[in-house]
């Protein structure tokens, strides 16, 4: 049994998880890692460094040369790759395009596994992803499985990358890129997206996000040892 607790969020691509995974953190004063965050990096370095990422050895010979941290601020999740912050670059099309793939590689995935278990060994935290509570921790205190009708999961992230100042990028093109990551993550052969059997689903199509907030601090709170 472990002595630290570990809230355990997965789901489809945009649905919100990462929104979800912030509110709780900054309620139980746990600290918030953004798994996602650590894939999107990778696939930047690769990116910028021109690394085919459909050769096995260039991409693990590449992980050589990344070192990834996480600095959480106003409990959001700040990312730096080799030192340098890249948290918004990483939300950009480019990296969104290219990492499924990147994240379907073996010596990616266990790489990043390790890391993120050593960031929950000793500390209460809230990790978001697709395989945090089939792979990463499946002994953790808690679990949630997220969805949301692509529609609407394709609506959000649009109004997102606006916000953003990406107004190069349409609504098609968003959707397009949900349901490629969709498929690519459910289908892949290295631990796919799949529902634990123990989650909680969570589908937040028409709820808020104070409604999502207080249906899963209820489940905490019953899962959290007196
Ligand atoms: O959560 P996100 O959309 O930022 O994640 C980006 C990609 O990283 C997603 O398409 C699949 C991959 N990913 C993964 O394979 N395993 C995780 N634990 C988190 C993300």
Known sequence: MRKNLVVAIDGYSSCGKSTLAKALAKTLGFIYIDSGAMYR?????FIRHHIDMTDPMAVKDGL???????????????????GEEVSEEIRQMPVSQNVSEVSAHKFVRTEMVKQQQRMGKSKNIVMDGRDIGTTVFPDATVKFFMTADPKVRAERRFKELQSKG???TSLEEVFENLAHRDYADTTRVESPLVRA?????????DITPEEQLAFALDKVNAHVPA
């Open 41 to 45: 990096a990778v696939t930047l370095y």
């Open 197 to 205: 059997e123990d989650a909680i689903i969570l589908d937040n199509t």
């Open 166 to 168: 990406d107004t190069s």
């Open 64 to 82: 050589q040369h990344i070192e990834l941290n996480f600095h959480s601020r106003d409990y959001e999740s700040h990312i730096t790759l080799n």
